[in-house]
């Protein structure tokens, strides 16, 4: 679980939810976004043969098909030690350079904060 003080009660839910569809769904990456009215939008890697997605670009993907026009906040909780260029550049695309990216380990635990910028 995050036990990081530095999370605040929203942010510390996005990294449950995407921790808990990571391990729901037995796939490498889970992930979660907040959009600008607080609404989260979760999801796991997709690997389709026609169709590959990181867990945080189909969670974006999720909130501008919900009618999000901006995020707060995005989580992915992963075994990779950053996140990637192009899962930066999803939250980018939506929340701005400025929304904060959290990146969790398998058991929560809080390794970094990013812009997407």
Known sequence: MTDSIDLGPEDRKIVTLARSVRARNAVPEGAA??????RTYAAGTVALES????????????AVAGGATSLEAAAVVSEAAT????DRAAVRDLGGPDTPVLLA?????LRSTVAAG
């Open 33 to 38: 976004v907040r959009d600008e009215t607080g």
């Open 51 to 62: 169709l590959k997605l990181s867990a945080l670009q189909t969670a974006v993907a999720m």
């Open 105 to 109: 380990g398998p058991d929560g635990a």
């Open 83 to 86: 996140a990637s260029d192009a």
